[in-house]
């Protein structure tokens, strides 16, 4: 995702750049100040249609794990589908404003155009991994995105050591999470030989 992220950023910037190469910054600035709700908006449903699915999924197998649903043939429950959109767009109410500021204006500086190409590119691979099944990490996605749309002016206009501080948190965030599951797993069991001694 972050590679196809900033393939798809890089190219739709430089197509924007060229085709309002002859147009004024400060007019550029305002069709793309509207452009980025657009945008945003479908960067938005787009991680609502990834990111939310991988949360079904987890609740769903704890469900078929249960026995509360049979593993085929099964309805998604309305409850289900309601909580997670609503946790998702709580939880990026309350820290999404801290993700945003540190990609849009610490990775690199976005300019109007700039943030309308990182979001559209990061809504096509949203809804092409989401119809593809393929579940992927939104915040890859735009950071590779962002990174495509900075290189495109400048390869010193990214701050490299920020985005080398994010990638080594994606690489430590797998064996984290691994610790964390064989520790429930672990403590699942142990509670389990004292129920049977």
Known sequence: APLIGLVLGSAIML???????????TKVDRVFR??????????????????AQKTMGIILAVMIAAG??????YDVPTWVVIASYSCM?????IGGW?????????LTQLKPVGGFAAEVAGAI?????????VPVSTTHTITGAIVGVGSTNRLRGIRWGLAGRIVWAWIFTIPA????????LAQIGRASCRERV
């Open 125 to 133: 691979t949203l809804f092409t991994a989401t119809h593809m099944h």
């Open 98 to 106: 801290r993700i945003v500021k540190t990609m849009g204006m610490g």
């Open 15 to 25: 197509l924007l750049s060229w085709v309002f190469r002859r147009w004024r910054p």
């Open 89 to 93: 767009a709580f939880g990026t109410a």
């Open 68 to 73: 509360q649903i049979p593993a085929k043939g």
């Open 177 to 184: 999470a691994a610790s964390v599951g064989a520790g429930a």
């Open 34 to 51: 509207v452009g980025q709700l657009f945008s945003a908006a479908a960067y938005s449903i787009g991680h609502g249609g990834n990111d």
